[in-house]
């Protein structure tokens, strides 16, 4: 059983900074991409960023694109999200998620095979 378990969210100010972590366990895949979503109060979830097995694909919502970076690595091959200078649209619960062997990145929810619970992120004003 693969878990997916996000850390890092919290309450910060508007152009402050977050990192946040997702650690991997359970069955572990020769190749797999991972992802960001993310959900504001009243608003479907939608995508954040993502990054291939070997970090060559990497894709960012239009959004926070130059803001935040993912990358890889880190607790368990799982994968982080460096959000700086964050607005207070930025606010939600973030979702890491795993999509399993694939070389491909993808930006879509239904292409993702694992997911975490969730980490909640507050920008004020």
């Known amino acids: 059983q693969v878990q997916l378990v996000e850390s890092g969210g919290g309450l910060v100010q508007a152009g402050e900074s977050l990192r946040l972590s997702c650690a991997a366990s359970?069955?572990?895949?020769?190749?797999?991409?991972m992802g960001w979503f993310r959900q504001a109060a009243g608003k479907e979830r939608e995508f954040v960023a993502a990054?291939?097995?070997?970090?060559?694909?990497?894709f960012y919502a239009d959004s926070v694109k130059g803001r935040f970076t993912i990358s890889r690595g880190g607790a368990k091959d799982g994968v982080e999200l460096q959000m700086d200078g964050l607005k207070p649209e930025d606010t939600a619960v973030y979702y890491c998620?795993?999509?399993?062997?694939?070389?491909?990145?993808?930006?879509?929810?239904?292409?993702?095979?694992?997911w975490g619970q969730g980490t909640r992120v507050t920008v004020s004003s």
């Open positions: 998620a795993l999509d399993k062997d694939t070389y491909f990145t993808r930006t879509y929810e239904s292409a993702y095979d694992y």
């Open positions: 359970g069955p572990t895949f020769t190749v797999y991409a």
């Open positions: 990054i291939n097995n070997g970090g060559t694909g990497i």
